[in-house]
């Protein structure tokens, strides 16, 4: 990568951090329909709290509901001496009702990174990453079948340690748009971020992009694959180090502790186009806290 010690940070962390990376949460489009507006769900509709509803709220990231989604990432022969990173992000999600057209959805992404060395002699660095919050302008409910948000993300510089990413502000827009058919959840997200101020070795420009298609099981309600890989690009890095390209498959499952439903997921993606310190496979495990209203 060009910069350092953003470049290293960035790169991988930028990937960690998509959003979806998953921390994904949505309902089926007439559930989020009527959870977001509280109307009376019609005869035969079925309950937003049952799995098969739950699941699908699970997978719209502009879904009316609250969430509380803890993503890992274990990033395999990353760097320099192919170590393994490891990069745990805490998502809340905060849906907001601005009235009964339009919703505003945030959600806040910590990292918490365990940075191996990068180079001889130097141990493995523990502490938090750069905090993106992003807040999404969405409709209460969905157009000619169409779920989307319009809206932006702001970086914060809350980095404990300088290997841990840029120690300055970042914004930029982001977007999302997905369509609920039948058993299947298809979409995508981006955003890119700009940095503001600072010097040339820890200025960034990077990009998020996440398509994801997930299918539910519909005599199983509440199991889902999922694909949805967290494709990077790093503008500032030279050529041929700038893109992240995964491919690789999760599945998921609704349960409840106790009476609290859950959203747990595990998958695997393969790198199979990377930066030269980028990680060759990332396994990612998710338990989100599900709290539909």
Do not use: C
């Amino acid at each position: 990568m060009s910069k350092q010690p953003l470049g290293l940070g960035a790169a991988a962390l930028t990937a960690a951090l998509a959003m979806p990376a998953q921390a994904q949460q949505q309902p089926a489009a007439t559930e989020a329909t009527a959870q977001a507006s509280g109307a009376a769900r019609p005869a035969g509709e079925h309950d937003p709290q049952d799995a098969g509803a739950l699941a699908r709220a699970a997978q719209n990231p502009v879904a009316a509901m609250y969430s509380l989604p803890f993503q890992n990432n274990t990033n395999l022969n990353y760097g320099p001496r192919n170590h393994t990173q490891n990069v745990l992000n805490i998502q809340p999600v905060i849906p907001i009702s601005l009235n009964e057209h339009w919703n505003l959805i945030t959600r806040t992404i910590i990292p918490v990174i365990s940075q191996p060395g990068l180079s001889p002699g130097e141990g493995t660095t523990f502490g938090t990453g750069p905090t993106q919050f992003s807040a999404f302008l969405s409709p209460a409910r969905p157009m000619d079948g169409v779920i989307w948000g319009l809206g932006a993300v702001v970086q914060a510089p809350t980095i404990s340690n300088s290997a841990l990413g840029s120690n300055i502000w970042g914004a930029g827009p982001s977007a999302v748009a997905l369509t609920m058919q039948g058993p299947w959840v298809i979409g995508a997200l981006i955003n890119n971020i700009w940095s503001f101020g600072g010097g040339p070795r820890n200025t960034y420009n990077t990009m998020t992009l996440q398509p994801f298609v997930n299918y539910n099981f519909p005599h199983s309600p509440g199991t889902y694959l999922s694909f949805s890989p967290i494709i990077t690009a790093n503008w500032e890095a030279r050529s041929g180090q700038q893109w992240t390209v995964p491919l690789g498959m999760a599945v998921g499952q609704i349960f409840r502790l106790g009476h609290q439903p859950v959203n747990a997921q595990i998958g695997a993606y393969y790198n199979v186009v990377r930066p030269d310190i980028g990680p060759e496979w990332q396994v990612r495990a998710q338990l989100t806290f599900l709290f539909p209203r």
